[in-house]
């Protein structure tokens, strides 16, 4: 299936994905270069955290290159069902790897994912029991 969008649209929606992370995680994102690639190393990557992570930082450290996150538009749109699940799946990649950025490993931020797939539900049942009354 498939959904196709500009590179500018692509851009849009990371820095939405990015403007949709929680203000107090999005205060500590310093010296973090987010970008958009065609493609990445493998076919089905979605994105890239590359860097050194918070929790392995001390204050002695001095001021290095930028941690970068590289967000990859060609698999999204390959694996997208429509536009909504296009912005969704990026959203999650966004947050996936701003999780690796914070020191989350693969198992605790499946852990987290799970937790905001529920609370994700729950917000679309209360939405669709508000819309009802």
Same mark, same amino acid.
């Given at each position: 299936?498939?959904?196709?969008?500009?590179?500018?649209?692509? %851009?849009?929606?990371?820095?939405?994905?990015?403007?949709?992370?929680?203000?107090? +995680?999005?205060?500590?994102?310093?010296?973090?270069?987010?970008?958009?690639?065609?493609?990445?190393?493998?076919? *089905?990557?979605?994105?890239?955290? %590359?860097?050194?992570?918070?929790?392995?930082?001390?204050?002695?450290?001095?001021?290095?290159?930028? *941690?970068?996150?590289?967000? +990859?538009?060609?698999?999204?749109? %390959?694996?997208?069902?429509?536009?909504? *699940?296009?912005?969704?799946?990026?959203?999650?990649?966004?947050?996936?790897?701003?999780?690796?950025? +914070?020191?989350?490993?693969? +198992?605790?931020?499946?852990?987290? %994912?799970?937790?905001?797939?529920?609370?994700?539900?729950?917000?679309?049942?209360?939405?669709?029991?508000?819309?009802?009354?």
């Amino acid at each position: 299936m498939g959904v196709t969008v500009s590179r500018e649209e692509f %851009e849009q929606i990371v820095e939405r994905a990015i403007a949709g992370i929680p203000a107090r +995680f999005r205060a500590r994102m310093e010296n973090l270069s987010v970008s958009v690639e065609a493609w990445g190393p493998g076919r *089905d990557l979605l994105g890239l955290y %590359e860097g050194r992570p918070l929790t392995e930082r001390s204050v002695s450290d001095g001021f290095g290159q930028p *941690d970068r996150i590289r967000i +990859f538009q060609k698999p999204h749109e %390959e694996m997208a069902r429509s536009r909504s *699940d296009l912005e969704q799946t990026v959203a999650d990649t966004v947050w996936h790897e701003v999780g690796h950025y +914070f020191g989350l490993n693969e +198992f605790e931020i499946a852990r987290v %994912e799970a937790r905001r797939g529920r609370l994700r539900a729950l917000r679309g049942r209360a939405k669709a029991y508000n819309t009802r009354r």
